[in-house]
């Protein structure tokens, strides 16, 4: 009955923003990555390590994850999405598990880094390939309001992970979660599956718009052709290239931000670990709220638009920390909201610009290769931020950095692609 529903009248119409529900809660499980910050100064603490050491887990996680989008990404049309998530979730649920027993640095970031990260990258880009394809008339929005679920995962995790963490220790919260996603994420796939073939939320049984529709389809046939561009041909494109440049940028700011926001709120302004985690939800809404909002934006006006608005409200909240010098609360919050905001304003902005580029018939393919940045970023971003503070003792010199990489990507978008 409710299949039926869901491709007749006004309960096709509604029926599916269930996908969209439901991708939105496996979307939440699956950015606990973002909790990483949470875990960092226990981690610390356990293995008497650094800030670039303790950073090793969430750079491999972020950089398997992105790598495994790329690999899953050619498979996701051959197998049913509930297969692969469910694939995606053993993999997640064995690498919690398997972190509570991590001996070192090293053997964590194997179980953290390397099996949750490509858990993660198998299961990731499932419920926005499924949206994708139920909301052909509303991509970046729908695709956003799925994501809303990635980036609000931390509005969640952050203070549950600390409330188990005070209650069992950082490393036995790790198996706390890994068994609780294991069960989750499989149930949650139960209710995704794609459209059937050439469905439409339009569709109409009027004969007569039947016939204007025929008469339009030698045209429309032809544009949608020149809009679907497989991934061998896309690489070379030149409207490729600026997005995966702005992509890699803006990740890079974020995920580096992200990835140490308690560090820098407990040790540079002076909070505590509990009120750090409690800020870290209050970012979560911003991370959250980014993706509809960016995804709305790159529909409404351009990837150029969108792209612009990012580095320039990302270079603004730098400067307000480099003139506070960690020395004010709310300019703190009040930066790391945007910086949050713009993270999750890129992974709706690149989503949205490969289905509006490069079109829907090679989606899941193209928008894994799009990904990559991501890892790339992920890499680059953790790894010289850490060493910055380890190299200089303080935090100040990371947003010079992170202005510097706004500067160059406005530069970038506003001088190359005046028609993106």
Not at 228 to 256: D, N, Q, R
Not at 365 to 394: C, R
Request: with cysteine; net charge positive.
């Amino acid at each position: 009955m409710i299949q039926n529903a869901a491709f007749s009248g006004t309960g096709r119409q509604t029926f599916r923003w269930l996908y969209v529900l439901t991708g939105n809660l496996l979307m939440m499980c699956l950015g606990t990555v973002y909790a990483w910050s949470v875990f960092r100064i226990p981690v610390e603490q356990t293995f008497g390590i650094g800030t670039t050491l303790s950073g090793l887990p969430y750079m491999v996680s972020l950089a398997f994850y992105a790598l495994f989008m790329l690999i899953s990404g050619k498979y996701l049309s051959r197998f049913s999405p509930r297969l692969v998530i469910t694939v995606g979730a053993l993999l997640i649920s064995a690498g919690w598990i398997g972190s509570a027993y991590a001996s070192n640095i090293y053997v964590l970031t194997l179980t953290y880094g390397v099996v949750i990260g490509a858990g993660v990258g198998i299961a990731y880009g499932v419920p926005m390939a499924v949206v994708a394809k139920w909301f052909p008339d509303k991509k970046g929005l729908a695709v956003g309001l799925v994501l809303v679920g990635f980036g609000l995962s931390p509005l969640v995790t952050a203070p549950l992970a600390r409330q188990l963490i005070e209650i069992y220790g950082g490393m036995q919260t790790f198996k706390v979660l890994g068994a609780a996603f294991g069960v989750i994420i499989p149930l949650l796939a139960l209710f995704l599956s794609y459209p059937p073939e050439h469905w439409s939320p339009d569709q109409k049984t009027n004969q007569g718009q039947r016939l204007r529709s025929k008469a339009d389809t030698t045209q429309g046939t032809r544009h949608e052709r020149q809009m679907e561009y497989p991934s061998a041909v896309m690489i070379k494109t030149k409207s490729f290239k600026i997005l995966y440049a702005a992509f890699l940028i803006g990740t890079m700011i974020g995920l580096m931000l992200i990835g140490m926001t308690g560090k820098v709120a407990v040790e540079w302004v002076g909070l505590s670990q509990g009120g750090a985690a409690l800020l870290m939800s209050f970012f979560a809404v911003f991370n959250g709220i980014g993706r509809p909002a960016f995804g709305w934006l790159t529909d409404r006006f351009s990837f150029r638009s969108a792209a612009l608005f990012s580095f320039l409200s990302i270079m603004m909240a730098s400067l307000l920390m480099i003139i506070s010098k960690g020395l004010s609360p709310i300019a703190f919050g009040l930066a790391f909201s945007i910086f949050w905001f713009n993270l999750g304003g890129w992974l709706a902005i690149a989503p949205a610009s490969t289905l509006s580029l490069f079109g829907t018939l090679h989606y899941s393919q193209n928008y894994g290769v799009v990904f990559t940045a991501y890892g790339i970023g992920a890499v680059v971003g953790v790894i010289s931020s850490g060493l910055l503070v380890d190299w200089f003792g303080g935090y100040h010199t990371i947003f010079y950095l992170v202005f510097a990489l706004a500067m160059i990507g406005s530069l970038a978008v506003k001088l190359v692609s005046s028609k993106l």
